[in-house]
């Protein structure tokens, strides 16, 4: 039985190889790892439609992805697919002794606490600074910012500091909406974006204690506007209209109209 796989694999060869694709033969190891992030936010994007057959099809996206950029490192480097499978594999085992081994962890919380432990002992393992005396993850610059704020917070709740209730984090996303008009009302520039950032700072705080994950509210908002302002652009276009001749009044009669034909 031909295995896709290996299918797939020789493919992206073929495409590299003298004779092939412009494109593909062009492409850096750092090229390719941007457009697996591109992949990565489609299939995310996809999932939140409920796309089954998007998500399908960006899967193969990423999976294409993982296996160009394996390719692109293996061309100067002795690894292969089989490598980073196998060190893949060995690493889900490793960091899961209450599944593969004889430790326990019976709630999720457990069961990340022994993650982050063994991925610390790792790092010591290698020479490398695990924490660096901080309770905070070491994360990449290319991290989404509010995923990046949402880890921050959980990291710096774990070691107890949190507001004790919401009514905190209510009273804390106040203040900084204060501070932020303020900083407008004085009209300096970099206060106002420093204020902003800390009003953005605290909404994900509050999204954090709802158990919501920001970047994916955020996304899905993009999303609802983005049909319900084609929608208004249908709207105008089958009248003949020009939107930027319509006026606020009316471009938000039509919004409305749109709200309630994608409720």
């Not at 600074?129 to 905070?136: G, N």
Request: charged share 30%; with cysteine.
């Amino acid at each position: 039985m031909p295995s896709h796989f290996e299918d797939l694999l020789a493919t992206i060869r073929t495409l590299r190889a003298p004779g092939g694709c412009p494109w593909d033969q062009k492409q850096t190891l750092h090229n390719a790892a941007r457009y697996l992030m591109d992949e990565a936010a489609e299939l995310v994007e996809a999932t939140l439609a409920e796309d089954v057959a998007g998500s399908r099809e960006e899967l193969a996206d990423l999976l294409f992805m993982t296996c160009f950029c394996t390719q692109i490192l293996g061309e100067t480097e002795q690894v292969t697919m089989q490598d980073i499978a196998r060190e893949g594999n060995a690493k889900l085992i490793r960091r899961h002794p209450h599944v593969f081994g004889d430790a326990e962890a019976r709630t999720t919380g457990e069961s990340q606490e022994q993650w982050n432990a063994i991925k610390r002992e790792e790092k010591l393992a290698k020479g490398l600074d695990p924490d660096k005396d901080s309770a905070l993850k070491d994360m990449p610059a290319s991290t989404a910012p509010l995923h990046q704020a949402c880890t921050y917070q959980d990291d710096a709740a774990d070691v107890g500091f949190d507001w004790p209730e919401i009514g905190g984090v209510w009273a804390k996303l106040n203040e900084e909406l204060g501070e932020f008009r303020d900083a407008v009302e004085d009209g300096d520039p970099k206060a106002i974006q420093h204020e902003l950032g800390d009003l953005l700072f605290s909404i994900v705080n509050l999204a954090r204690w709802h158990k919501i994950q920001p970047d994916m509210a955020l996304r899905q908002a993009n999303i609802r506007f983005r049909d319900r302002f084609h929608l208004v652009e249908e709207d105008f276009k089958s009248r003949g209209e020009d939107m930027k001749d319509a006026g606020i009044e009316a471009l938000e009669s039509s919004w409305q109209d749109a709200k309630r034909r994608l409720s």
